[in-house]
C-alpha cells in the first residue's frame, strides 16, 4: 500500500485521538518520511486545540436566511441581464467610446497603408526612370564599365615627399 495515510490521520484526528493501530500506521509512516515529521506534530497540536473549543450553535434560520440571499443574488443578476434597454441607451459612453475607438484606429490605419503604398510606387517609378536611363545609354560607354568603376574606389596613395620637393 503505497498511499499517503496522513489525510486519513489528520482527519481523525480532528474528530478524536488516534487508536493505537492508527498510531502504529502513522509511526511507521514517520519513520520512512522523517521530514513530515515537524509538520505532522504542528498538525496534531492544531487539531487537539480545535477539539478543544467549544461547539458554537447555529442559528435556526441560519439556513433559510443562507438561501433567501442567494435567491436574492440570483434575482438580481437576472433582472439585471434581462432589463430590456431604453431607445436612449446608445447616447452611454460604455456603448459610443469603443466605436469611435475602433473607428478612428481603423482610419489611422488605412491612411498608414495608403501612405506606404503611395511610397512604394513613387519609389518604383523613380526605379523605373534610372533603369529606362540606363537602357538608353549606348553599348560603347559600357564596354570599360569595370575599369570606370574601378579608378573610383581606389585613390592612388598621396606621396607627400614628392610634393614637398615639388615645392
Not at 446608445?90 to 489611422?108: G, K, N
Request: proline share 7%; no cysteine; aromatic share 8%.
Amino acid at each position: 500500500m503505497n498511499e499517503d495515510p496522513l489525510p486519513h490521520l489528520e482527519d481523525a484526528l480532528l474528530r478524536r485521538d488516534l487508536t493505537p493501530d492508527e498510531k502504529h500506521t502513522l509511526n511507521d509512516w514517520l519513520t520512512r518520511h522523517p521530514e513530515a515529521a515537524a509538520g505532522w506534530q504542528e498538525k496534531s497540536r492544531l487539531a487537539r486545540a480545535l477539539r478543544g473549543l467549544p461547539d458554537v450553535s447555529v442559528p435556526s434560520n441560519f439556513t433559510s436566511r443562507v438561501l433567501s440571499q442567494v435567491r436574492r443574488e440570483i434575482g438580481s443578476s437576472e433582472r439585471a441581464r434581462t432589463a430590456a434597454p431604453s431607445r436612449w441607451s446608445w447616447l452611454r459612453p460604455r456603448f459610443w467610446v469603443p466605436a469611435v475607438t475602433t473607428a478612428v484606429a481603423v482610419v489611422v490605419a488605412l491612411g498608414g497603408w495608403n501612405w506606404r503604398t503611395q511610397q512604394q510606387q513613387a519609389e518604383f517609378r523613380r526605379d523605373v526612370r534610372q533603369l529606362h536611363t540606363l537602357a538608353s545609354v549606348p553599348q560603347e560607354v559600357l564596354e570599360d564599365f569595370e575599369v570606370i568603376q574601378r579608378f573610383g574606389q581606389s585613390a592612388p596613395p598621396v606621396d607627400f615627399e614628392l610634393l614637398a620637393a615639388l615645392e
